[in-house]
């Protein structure tokens, strides 16, 4: 997990893993869903006042938690889309998570986000 902490400053440092009110990047290309969602609850364990995401604004540590529940939600949805025998068409026009869609890029990247989680989980889901 790329984090540092800097406990006098109840800060942790957390770049490119944990986002503030967005979703994901893009098609999360190199994302192993379940690893980056345990790595996400490793740092809500962790005692901080302010998260320093590397991009964009600086959090909380409701902010870990916010993301970490968008991941999971993205995961579960799409899961349930696969395990259905949706197509990853069929999952994009359906899935819409809209308790996330005052974040930044829901619009742009949610679809993506779907695109990436549904390879990750075609691959390595076993009936």
Same mark, same amino acid.
């Given at each position: 997990? !790329?984090?540092?902490t800097?406990?006098a400053?109840r800060?942790?440092? @957390?770049?490119?893993?944990?986002l503030?009110?967005?979703?994901?990047?893009?098609n999360?290309?190199?994302?192993?869903?379940?690893?980056?969602?345990?790595s996400?609850?490793a740092?809500?364990?962790?005692?901080?006042?302010?998260l320093?995401?590397?991009?964009?604004?600086?959090?909380?540590?409701?902010d870990?938690?916010?993301f970490?529940e968008?991941m999971?939600?993205?995961?579960?949805?799409v899961? @349930?889309?696969?395990k259905?025998?949706k197509t990853?068409?069929?999952?994009k026009?359906?899935?819409?998570? !809209?308790?996330y869609e005052?974040?930044?890029?829901?619009n742009?990247?949610?679809?993506l986000?779907i695109?990436?989680?549904?390879r990750h989980?075609a691959?390595?889901w076993?009936?």
């Amino acid at each position: 997990m !790329p984090e540092l902490t800097f406990p006098a400053q109840r800060v942790v440092f @957390a770049v490119d893993f944990i986002l503030i009110k967005a979703v994901a990047f893009r098609n999360l290309s190199d994302a192993c869903l379940p690893d980056w969602i345990d790595s996400i609850r490793a740092v809500e364990a962790m005692d901080f006042d302010t998260l320093a995401p590397g991009h964009g604004q600086l959090g909380t540590p409701a902010d870990v938690t916010a993301f970490r529940e968008y991941m999971v939600d993205l995961w579960t949805a799409v899961g @349930a889309a696969v395990k259905a025998g949706k197509t990853l068409e069929e999952a994009k026009a359906e899935i819409k998570l !809209p308790k996330y869609e005052s974040w930044f890029r829901y619009n742009e990247f949610l679809p993506l986000n779907i695109e990436g989680a549904y390879r990750h989980f075609a691959l390595h889901w076993r009936r």
